[in-house]
């Protein structure tokens, strides 16, 4: 890179470029008819937010701690009932806890704040249930980590999936009912009129997991990551660190698991099951683990794919192919195999372990037009790579093939039993606990 | 008498759901003790020969049917073997349990597309669904047949593994895989015959368990795949009779918690009893003492 901007230019594009998208998403909300497709867009960047929000908590732990954790969905629907419950309004009790007498909680934090201040007291009330979430969920998590974080890599996985759906049992057992409303959905509750309210909750949460990632708490977890003797060797206390990193992220899918309880307006334990954690474990891949920004992007194309580009594949239309084969249930498939290839050929994903900077895209925008004009050779030079490989691939089983049947009419003639051994050039240092 | 009297039918359930589990819990325990991969797609491949057994017994007669489960299940997990795992073979670990996620969204997505969602029923096998009276319980006769079934090919399996040359490949294998690599043991055909056995029982398995439960949907693989992958982790992972006992304590377990009222929580018990497990004794009930878990 021949020139850098300075922090002044660089904090005012990420202004003026943050401020824009704001601008522009309020409107587009506020103005864009129902029915249009550029509705879709609205809908996307909202449930991408959230989406991004909840990839990156999981990000924070997967990609920068080296936590290999599956818990997300359950902690995300604990987020989204404690948001939920405290938000019903006292006058819909009866309607949604028909079958629990109208429950056990008669009032909403939203009308108390409303009736005292206003329309302020209404963002309030929205504002302090969340929190509580995002709060409360931190606490299961700290609760559970204690015991779970002295785990490893797969184990840590499979037990945390197993407390998720311990939460999800445990949310829908008929005896909390008058709380949870069981396994009924719960709806009515207070939700946000305008898709900025989750891109700015979202955007300000996913500023504050950078500004975490970039302190001396971030480089601990990055050490633990890389090296768990090390970092412990450099000080750095592994349990507290790791729990740290564990109850933060956790605190961080609570609220994008209440923005998701607004976002549809009515909530179920049913759908937050393994699947929904696979799905936020993709798109972190997709992003690429250890990148926020990858995550971010992650999270908008997978939203957009399975809500928007992809819904002709049900439908039975396509970018103009039309196919009996496209029937409901056909994008999901589509998608899965794109996200295997991704997986298996594209295993850094989007970003790598790389960060957004503006420097970063300056130059790769520069870069770019020589990049597509070069792009027609670089392909040439990739195919006479791979088949030069594979010439050099069937060279050396041909020669295998040889000496093998060398040796064999070697031993059938007895003269195996007189070659000398070879002598060895190398030595072969074995690694124990290799795995 | 009076006791058993009122539990003999939920342990007589949980012994059969054991059973069922048991025979999911080997593919996991023999690929884990090779590979250190839980291999998520497991379950789905069991959930796939139950739906293959559905689409299969409109035009086959049963015997053929079955044969072909069992063939369907074993060409799908040595793919799966081939296709996802093979080449993220000197990966870090956590991108192939990525590609066994991704396999697993892509088998449950794609028996959606399949099925429309809609849960399909299990045919009927008549031998299999005659009702039996033992003392004070009523039940199917697939209910007495499973753990038979189940211990008859344990026992052979572990004559394989401690008898035939394949056997002790697999042994060493799973003790150390580099070596037994410089050792000259062909890797790659020690992993697929692994999975040959464990897709081959988990076939078996499916067959015994949706005679059972009779409905059959996309999700109903994961539940008793991460089941059977606790009951692998409660034996000890890598040990086949460790899977099994484990699998068989898992199904009794969750059938007394039925009987008693908690239905709700008879899933959330197994995964109580996997973090107790791993708490208390991370090696397992029958597991070596150096691998590295926690």
Not at chain 1, 226 to 245: C, R, T, V
Not at chain 2, 145 to 155: A, E, F, H, S, Y
Not at chain 2, 260 to 285: E, N
Request: aromatic share 12%; hydrophobic share 55%.
């Amino acid at each position: 890179m021949e020139t850098r901007l300075n922090k002044k230019t660089r904090a005012a594009l990420s202004v003026i470029a943050i401020a824009l998208f704001v601008i522009l998403v309020f409107l587009g909300d506020k103005y864009i008819s129902a029915g249009s497709t550029w509705k879709m867009l609205i809908t996307v960047i909202e449930k991408g937010s959230i989406f991004a929000l909840v990839a990156a908590s999981m990000n924070l732990l997967n990609g920068f701690t080296g936590l290999f954790s599956l818990g997300q969905a359950g902690f995300m629907l604990i987020g989204a009932y404690s948001y939920a419950i405290f938000t019903i309004p006292g006058k819909s009790h009866d309607a949604v806890y028909q079958y629990f007498d109208g429950g056990l909680i008669k009032w909403s934090i939203v009308e108390i704040l409303e009736g005292k201040m206003g329309i302020f007291g209404h963002y309030l009330g929205m504002f302090i249930p969340m929190l509580f979430a995002g709060l409360f969920v931190a606490l299961i998590a700290f609760l559970i980590g204690i015991p779970v974080l002295r785990l490893k890599s797969d184990y840590l996985a499979i037990a945390t999936l197993g407390f998720a759906e311990i939460i999800r049992a445990f949310f829908q057992w008929n005896t909390l009912g008058p709380v949870t409303n069981g396994s009924n959905v719960l709806r009515k509750y207070t939700t946000y009129n305008n898709a900025i309210f989750p891109v700015i909750v979202a955007g300000i949460s996913i500023a504050i997991i950078l500004l975490l990632i970039n302190s001396t708490y971030g480089r601990a977890f990055k050490a633990i990551r890389d090296d768990e003797i090390a970092a412990e060797a450099m000080g750095i206390n592994l349990f507290k660190h790791k729990e740290l990193s564990f109850v933060i992220s956790s605190f961080f899918a609570g609220i994008s698991g209440a923005l998701l309880a607004m976002f549809q307006t009515t909530i179920n334990a049913t759908p937050f099951n393994t699947v929904m954690t696979y799905e936020i474990l993709l798109i972190v891949v997709i992003g690429g683990i250890g990148s926020i920004t990858g995550s971010v992007i992650g999270a908008f194309l997978f939203t957009a794919a399975s809500e928007w580009w992809l819904r002709g594949l049900d439908a039975g239309k396509w970018l103009g192919i039309q196919s009996s084969l496209m029937r409901p249930g056909f994008r999901k498939v589509v998608f899965a195999v794109l996200i295997m290839l991704i997986v298996l050929f594209y295993a850094q994903g989007i970003m790598g372990t790389k960060e957004f900077s503006w420097d970063g895209f300056i130059g790769w925008w520069k870069k770019l037009p020589a990049a597509i004009k070069g792009w027609p050779q670089k392909r040439k030079a990739a195919a006479a790579a791979k088949k030069e490989a594979r010439a050099v691939k069937a060279a050396a089983k041909a020669r295998a093939k040889e000496a093998k049947q060398d040796s064999e009419m070697k031993k059938a003639s007895g003269a195996a039993l007189f070659t000398p051994l070879p002598m060895t050039d190398h030595v072969v240092v074995f690694d124990k606990e290799g795995k | 008498m009076g006791f058993l009297h009122t539990w003999l039918p939920y342990i007589l359930a949980g012994i059969a759901v054991g059973g069922q589990y048991a025979l999911i819990a080997i593919g996991y325990t023999m690929v884990y003790g090779i590979l250190r991969l839980i291999n998520f797609a497991h379950g789905d491949v069991f959930m796939w020969s139950g739906l293959i057994m559905v689409y299969m017994i409109t035009v086959l007669p049963l015997w053929l049917s079955v044969i072909l489960v069992i063939l369907f299940a074993i060409v799908l997990g040595t793919t799966i073997e081939k296709v996802a795992y093979r080449p993220l073979r000197s990966a870090p670990r956590m991108s192939i349990m990525i590609s066994a996620i991704g396999v697993s969204y892509l088998l449950q997505n794609f028996a959606l597309y399949i099925t429309g969602g809609l849960t399909k029923t299990y045919p009927a096998i008549n031998w299999l669904q005659k009702t039996v009276t033992i003392g004070s319980a009523t039940t199917k006769m697939v209910t007495l047949i499973t753990p038979i079934l189940t211990i008859v090919l344990v026992v052979m399996l572990v004559m394989l593994i401690k008898h035939t040359k394949i056997g002790m490949a697999m042994r060493a294998v799973s003790r150390d895989f580099e070596t037994s690599s410089l050792m000259g043991i062909d890797i790659n055909r020690v992993i697929t015959v692994t999975f040959v056995i464990g897709c081959a029982l988990a076939a078996i398995g499916s067959i015994l368990y949706f005679s059972n439960y009779t409905g059959i949907n996309p999700m109903s693989g994961a539940m008793p795949g991460l089941k059977a992958f606790v009951a692998a982790v409660f034996g000890g992972i890598g040990s086949v009779p460790g899977a099994v006992v484990g699998a068989f304590v898992i199904g009794i377990c969750e059938n007394l918690i039925k009987g008693a009222g908690w239905t709700t929580f008879s899933d959330a018990f197994t995964f109580v009893l996997l973090i107790i497990i791993l708490m208390v004794k991370p090696t397992g009930l029958f597991g070596e003492k150096n691998i590295d878990k926690v």
